[in-house]
C-alpha cells in the first residue's frame, strides 16, 4: 500500500505510558509529509518529462527513418539521372557522328563532281583548241591556195608573209 503525504499528515500513533512526545513526532510527520509530498510532485514532473522524451525519440526516430528512405530515394535518382545523362551524351555524340559522316560524304561528293567538272573543261579546251587550230589550218591552206592560183600577186607576197602560220607543236592542250 502506497502513503500519501496526507496519509501520513493524519496518522495518529496510538499513546502508551511512557510514550513519545506527541508535538515532536506530529513535526516530524510534518516535516516527513513535506519531504514526501515534493518528492511526489518531482516524480510527477520527471514522468511527464520521461512521457514526453520518449514520445520525441519515437518522432526523431520516425524521422531518421524518412531521412533514410529519402537520402536512399535521392541517390537512387542520382545514379539514374546520371545514366540518363550518359545516354543522352551518347545519343548526341552519335547523331553529331553522322551528320559529319554526311556532311563529309556530300563534300567528297562536291569534289568528285568539281574534279569531273574539271576534267570535262579540260578536254572540252583541248577540243576547242584542236578545233580553232584545224579551222585556222584550213584558212591557212586557204589562204595558200589563194596566193598560189594568182601569180601576179606575186609582188605583193612579201606583204602577205604575215599571214603564214608559226610552226605548230604536237600537244593539243598548249591552246
Not at 506530529?26 to 520527471?46: G, K, Q
Request: aromatic share 2%; proline share 3%; no cysteine.
Amino acid at each position: 500500500m502506497r502513503l500519501t503525504p496526507l496519509d501520513i499528515r493524519n496518522h495518529r500513533f496510538s499513546t502508551r505510558m511512557r510514550g513519545l512526545d506527541a508535538a515532536e513526532v506530529e513535526a516530524f510527520l510534518r516535516l516527513i509529509a513535506e519531504d514526501y509530498e515534493e518528492l511526489v510532485r518531482e516524480n510527477e514532473v520527471l514522468r511527464d518529462k520521461t512521457q514526453r522524451l520518449g514520445a520525441r525519440v519515437e518522432e526523431l526516430a520516425a524521422n531518421e527513418k524518412i531521412l533514410q528512405t529519402t537520402i536512399v530515394t535521392a541517390q537512387h535518382l542520382s545514379e539514374d539521372l546520371k545514366k540518363t545523362a550518359i545516354k543522352e551524351s551518347e545519343v548526341l555524340v552519335s547523331e553529331a557522328e553522322v551528320r559529319a559522316e554526311k556532311i563529309l560524304a556530300a563534300s567528297h561528293r562536291r569534289a568528285a563532281k568539281l574534279a569531273q567538272d574539271i576534267r570535262e573543261m579540260k578536254l572540252l579546251r583541248a577540243r576547242l583548241g584542236t578545233t580553232i587550230r584545224a579551222s585556222i589550218d584550213t584558212y591557212l591552206n586557204l589562204l595558200d591556195g589563194l596566193s598560189q592560183d594568182d601569180p601576179e600577186d606575186a609582188v605583193g607576197e612579201e606583204n602577205v608573209s604575215y599571214l603564214t602560220p608559226p610552226p605548230r607543236t604536237a600537244d593539243p592542250s598548249e591552246a
